[in-house]
C-alpha cells in the first residue's frame, strides 16, 4: 500500500485525493449540526438513563449504586409485565384498525378525480393536531354529562339513562382506539398513498391485458411493490403504539381500575409518582430494547424479497 | 471646612443608606394552584410592610413536587415551600429539609398550631414543617332542593342513614337533580371525605403510625355499603364514576346536587363565585352520629441549606400573626393557630365556624409513602374506591388494595 501511495504522487492525481479529502471534510462539516442533534438529544440521554438504571436514584435525596438491583426487580413487577401485555393488545388492535381504515382511504384518494384534494385534506387533518389536544378534545366528547354523545344520545330519546362510555374496559379501549385511528388514519393513508403512486402504471396495464382482475392486481402487483410502504407505515404504527401514553393518561388515567396502563404509563408512574427515577430508567431501556426489537423483526419480515425487481 | 463636614456627612447617609437597602434580602417560595388565591394577597401584604420581601411562584399542583425534586437537585430549590402536608414526611425522610424544631418550639403560640399539620411536619421526632394554610372536610347540603323535596332546609344529616334518606328525596325531584355527589375515581378526594365517616365510626385505613394498611374494618364495609346502595339506587350522577377529582367542587355547585362531602374551601368559593347557591354546612357524620374530619392543607417547609432563614421565618412569623391568619381565612384557608382561629374568623361566614371547628379534631394519616398509596390515580386505594362504589367484587377489590397497600408500606424506606 505504501508503495503505491508513494508512487502515485503525480500532480493531476494528488490534486484529485485532496479535493476528496476537503469533500470529505465540508460534508462533515455540513452534518455536524445534525450529529451534534443527535448527540445532544439521543446518545447522551440514553448513555445517562442506562447510568441512572444501575441507581437507586431518588427524586430527592442522595443515590447509590446498585448495579443490576433494578432490572431484578423489574422481573417481579407483575403491574410492568400486565402494563407490557396490555401495551401489546392494544398495539396489535389499533394498527390493524388503522390499516383497515387508511388503506382503502388511500386507494380511494391516490387517483385525481374531483374533489380528491378536498377528501386529502379533509382525512388527513386530524393528523397535524397533537395527541395531547386530541385527547382533551375527545376526554369532553366522551364526558358522560357535558359531553357530546352521552347528552345528545339521552337528549334525543335513543337512551334512557346517560352511558358512562370511560367507566367499563370495553367500551372505554374502544373509544380510545376510535380516538386514535381518526387521529393517525389519515397520516398512514398519505404514506400509503405515496406508495400505490409509485407503483408503475404500466405493470397494472400489462395485467389488465393478461386478464388479471382487481384482486389478483392488488396480490400480485399491489402488495408485493408496496412492501416498503407498507414496512415503513407498520414500523410507525407499531412504535407510536408500544410507546403510547397521552391518550390514557388524559382521557382515561391509566382507568376504569388501571386497566388500561400502558408501558410508558408505568414508566411515567414510578418516575414522576413513586419519583423512583433510576428505576423508572431501567424500564425505559427494557423497553428500548423490546422496541428495537419489534422494529428489527418487522424490517426482517418486510424485506425484500429475492428477485423482485 | 463646613462643606468638607457636610459632604462627609452626605456621603455617610448614602452609604448607610445603601448598606440598608443591601441588608433587606428577597426569599423566594412556591405554593400549589391550590393556593393561588390565598398566597398573593398575604405575600403582597407582607411585602408592604416588611423590608425584606418574598418573591412567590405559583405552581401547578400536578408538577410542584417533581418540579421541586428537579430543581432541588439542580441547586435552584426555592427557599421554602408551601407544601401539602401528607408530602412532609418523606421530604424529611430524603433529607431535603431544614431542621427548623429549636425554632418551632420557641414559638409562644407553638402549642396552639394544627396538631395535625405538627404531627406530619415531625420526622424522627424532629419538625420539618409547620402549618401554613389548612382544609377541613365537611358535608354541605343545598338548603333550596332540601326545601322543595319537603326536608327540614336548615338541618343537615347527621347520621349514614340521614345521609341516605334525605339524598333520596332530593333525587325524587327529577330531572337533573340528583341526591348525593363524590368524585368516585380520585382518591385524594375519597381520603379526604370518605374515611371521615369510617374515622366518626371507630374503624380507620391506616395504623396509627402508618406500618399497617387496615382495609378489612367493618366500619369501612359499612361505609362503603352506604356509598354503594346510593349507587345502585340512582342516586348519582352517572358521570362520578370516572370523575378523577375535576368536577368534585362543581357538580354541587351547579346547584343539582342534594349532599355532598366537600372541604372548607367550598364555602369561600360558593359565596364568591356561586352566590345563588344557598347551602348548609355540617360535620362528615359517623354511622350512627358523632363526627369526624379530614386535615388537609399545607405545611410550610424550608429547604436545607437555605441562606434566606431569616426573612422565610419573619414571613411566617407574619402568617402566623392575627393579620396574617385574617388574610388566610378570608380568601381560602382555615386559620391555622388554634387560640386566635375565633378572632381571624370573627367577620366572615359564620359557616365557617363548623370547618374550624373540624378542623381542629383533623386527622391526617401519616406516611411517607401516601402518594403512592392514596393520591396516585394508579395507586391501590384509588382503585379499590373505584371497585368498591361501582364494581361487582367488593370483598376482591378490598383484599386486593390491602395487600398491595401493606407491599407499598413494607418496601417503603424505613422510618
Sequence with gaps: ?309 | MRNLIAKLALATAVLGSGLGAAAADTANIWVRADGSNFMPRIVDAFNKAHKDQIKLDIIPNAEIIPKYGAAAAGGTAPDALSLDLIYTPSFAAAGQLEDITDWAKSLPYFASLSPAHVKTGTYKDHIYGLPFSADASVLIWNKKLFKQAGLDPEKGPTNWAEIAADAEKVNALGGNIKGFYFSGNCGGCNIFTFTPLIWASGGDILSEDGSKATLDSPQLRGAIDLYRSMVKKDLVPAGAQTDTGANFFAAFAAGNIGISPSGAFAIGALNTQYPNVDYGVTFLPGKDGGWSSFAGGDNFVVTKGTKKLAVVKEFLDFAYSLEGQTILAKYGSLPVRGDIAKDALKDLDPRYQIAAEAMAKGKTPYSVVFNDLINSANGPWTQMVNEVFFGDDVDGAIANAQETMQSIIDQAPQK
Design chain 1, 1 to 309: 500500500m505504501t508503495t503505491i501511495a508513494t508512487t502515485t504522487t503525480a500532480p493531476p492525481r494528488a490534486r484529485k485525493l485532496v479535493g476528496a479529502g476537503r469533500r470529505q471534510w465540508i460534508g462533515l462539516l455540513y452534518v455536524a449540526p445534525a450529529v451534534a442533534l443527535v448527540m445532544v438529544f439521543f446518545v447522551i440521554p440514553l448513555g445517562m438513563t442506562a447510568w441512572m438504571s444501575l441507581h437507586n436514584w431518588p427524586l430527592m435525596g442522595e443515590h447509590s449504586f446498585i448495579g443490576l438491583d433494578n432490572y431484578v426487580a423489574i422481573l417481579r413487577d407483575t403491574r410492568f409485565w400486565n402494563a407490557l401485555k396490555f401495551t401489546g393488545y392494544y398495539t396489535v388492535i389499533v394498527t390493524i384498525a388503522i390499516f383497515a381504515i387508511a388503506f382503502p382511504l388511500a386507494i380511494f384518494i391516490e387517483k385525481p378525480r374531483p374533489l380528491t384534494n378536498l377528501y386529502r385534506t379533509f382525512f388527513f387533518m386530524p393528523a397535524v393536531v397533537g395527541f395531547a389536544s386530541a385527547s382533551l378534545l375527545w376526554s369532553w366528547l366522551l364526558n358522560v354529562d357535558s359531553g357530546l354523545f352521552s347528552p345528545a344520545a339521552y337528549d334525543l330519546g335513543l337512551i334512557d339513562k346517560k352511558f358512562n362510555l370511560l367507566a367499563t374496559f370495553q367500551p372505554a379501549f374502544w373509544s380510545i382506539i376510535a380516538m386514535v385511528v381518526w387521529k393517525v388514519a389519515g397520516f398512514t393513508m398519505i404514506i400509503l398513498m405515496t406508495g400505490l403512486q409509485s407503483i408503475p402504471q404500466d405493470l397494472q396495464e400489462a395485467a389488465v391485458i393478461d386478464g388479471a382482475g382487481p384482486f389478483a392486481r392488488f396480490r400480485a402487483i399491489t402488495l408485493p411493490l408496496m412492501r416498503r410502504t407498507l414496512a415503513l407505515a407498520l414500523i410507525l404504527s407499531v412504535a407510536g403504539s408500544i410507546l403510547a401514553f397521552d391518550q390514557f393518561y388524559i382521557i382515561l388515567r391509566g382507568g376504569p381500575r388501571n386497566q388500561t396502563l400502558t408501558a410508558v404509563y408505568w414508566i411515567f408512574n414510578q418516575s414522576f409518582v413513586s419519583f423512583k427515577l433510576g428505576y423508572g430508567a431501567a424500564l425505559s431501556m427494557v423497553l428500548l430494547v423490546i422496541l428495537v426489537a419489534l422494529s428489527l423483526i418487522q424490517l426482517w419480515l418486510l424485506r425484500k424479497p429475492e428477485g423482485l425487481d
